[in-house]
């Protein structure tokens, strides 16, 4: 988990904030049993390491924090509602640290977004407690934007299968922003693979590095189903060529994969099965443009048993 979380904060790498792997770390916390405990113990360990060293990794880590929230479950909740927990975030702006006002209004803000959001729950009391503290003491927080927070949702886990439809099928406007938006996430990963591949010697990886890309690795398999599904119904040839040129980025980049994973043992590596369009499942119901469009931003969910 906290080779995940360095991934996903890393400021030298990320230009802005990598969703994908937000959303990769929520269905880690959602689908293994020490999940949540890990996440906050990373989160926790990141914030404390870079408070007035790296003021981005810090932002990166609270939208990490704050994504969990939104898309995690009760035993995630009540970690991050404890007393305990929110009282060390109280102290990252308390005056031991000379915090950035944007960092200071943003932990401010969350606070007080958990404290409103979950103010009816008897089992994550702590934060109510802590937030109701700090107005009595006369903390003032940042007025709430309600045409721009979203909402505490913890949506239930489930994948369909994917079917074939009919036809290629015309994107929306509005859609293909979207469209274009998630495949830049793409690019940002095969990115980040393609330049650990180049720069680690085999055999000379630390045990984070060799963590790092076996997850990249897994993480951009399922990203290749996904565009192969996209190629099949989306009908803009402008689209449809940049989703071709990316599915031969991957098979490009798995076998330089493997030829990594060959050269650091010394053994025959096992042999690469391609990813092609004829491995893509067919089901039993149809799925529209749209609804396979909204999945784009689970890109890089890898499914942890």
Same mark, same amino acid.
């Given at each position: ?195 650990? +591949?180049?720069? #680690? %010697?085999?055999?000379? $990886?630390? =045990?984070? @590095? /060799?963590?790092?890309? &076996? *997850? ?13 599904? +996209?190629?099949? #119904? %989306?009908?803009?040839? $402008?689209? =449809?060529? @940049? /989703?071709?040129?990316? &599915? *031969? ?31 893509? *499942? ?24």
């Amino acid at each position: 988990m906290k080779f995940k979380i360095k991934l996903a904060t890393n400021a030298t790498i990320l230009a802005t904030e990598n969703w994908g792997l937000n959303m990769e770390i929520c269905d880690f916390v959602n689908n293994t049993e020490d999940g949540a405990k890990d996440a906050v113990r990373a989160i926790r360990r990141r914030l404390h390491a870079n408070m007035c060293k790296n003021n981005a990794i810090v932002m990166y880590t609270l939208t990490v924090l704050e994504t969990c929230v939104k898309n995690c479950g009760h035993n995630f909740h009540v970690l991050v509602c404890s007393k305990d927990f929110v009282q060390d975030l109280v102290k990252l702006i308390g005056s031991k640290f000379d915090t950035p006002q944007i960092i200071h209004e943003r932990i401010l803000s969350l606070i007080q977004a958990w404290a409103d959001a979950f103010r009816d729950h008897p089992d994550l009391q702590g934060v109510v407690q802590v937030y109701e503290e700090l107005v009595t003491k006369g903390v003032t927080f940042p007025a709430t934007n309600l045409d721009t927070m979203a909402p505490i949702i913890t949506p239930k886990q489930g994948y369909e299968v994917v079917t074939q439809v009919d036809g290629p099928l015309t994107a929306t406007p509005e859609q293909l922003v979207k469209l274009r938006s998630d495949l830049d996430v793409v690019n940002s990963n095969l990115k980040i693979f393609r330049e650990m +591949l180049t720069e #680690i %010697v085999p055999g000379r $990886e630390t =045990t984070e @590095e /060799l963590h790092l890309l &076996n *997850d990249l690795h897994a993480t951009c398999k399922q990203m290749q189903l996904r565009v192969l599904d +996209l190629i099949r #119904i %989306v009908g803009n040839e $402008e689209v =449809t060529y @940049e /989703l071709l040129v990316m &599915n *031969d980025d991957f098979n490009s980049i798995f076998e330089k994969y493997e030829r990594f994973m060959t050269n650091r043992t010394g053994d025959k590596a096992a042999p690469t099965i391609p990813v092609t369009g004829d491995l893509i *499942d067919v089901g039993q119901t149809e799925i529209t443009l749209e609804e396979q469009l909204s999945r784009m931003s689970l890109f890089l969910i890898i499914m942890t048993a």
